[in-house]
């Protein structure tokens, strides 16, 4: 499934990007068609860099390990090796959860094999 975002979405989150003095208007003027051109600060930056060689957090591991992987390509040769382990750290634990998930899914299946046959 293709998803697109509206542009009030976009627009607000510039928007709070500006807020934070994360991105600027380019003071050059408005690009083609008379749009505002944006470009990312020195806070932007360290932000970023910040974000990306921190721990993947998020509800969603697949979307908070994409994303850096994505964005990997302006991140120091020696911090990619680094940030690629804690994003399977991240799959690795989520996978464990999962796991867990299934094999109390079994243990209840055979549990309830195992008093279906007591019963009868």
């Known amino acids: 499934m293709e998803r697109h975002r509206e542009p009030r979405s976009i627009r607000r989150a510039l928007d709070g990007l500006l807020e934070r003095g994360l991105v600027e208007v380019d003071p050059a003027g408005p690009g083609a068609r008379g749009r505002k051109v944006f470009g990312v600060t020195e806070a932007g930056r360290s932000e970023f860099h910040g974000w990306m060689t921190g721990d993947p957090v998020g509800p969603d591991a697949e979307v908070a390990v994409l994303v850096r992987l994505f964005?990997?390509?302006?991140?120091?040769?020696?911090?990619?090796g680094p940030a690629m382990e804690r994003a399977l750290a991240r799959l690795e634990a989520e996978l464990a959860d999962l796991e867990a998930i299934e094999v109390g899914r079994h243990t209840l299946a055979l549990f309830r094999a195992r008093t279906a046959r007591l019963g009868s």
């Open 71 to 80: 964005f990997l390509g302006p991140l120091d040769g020696a911090e990619r």
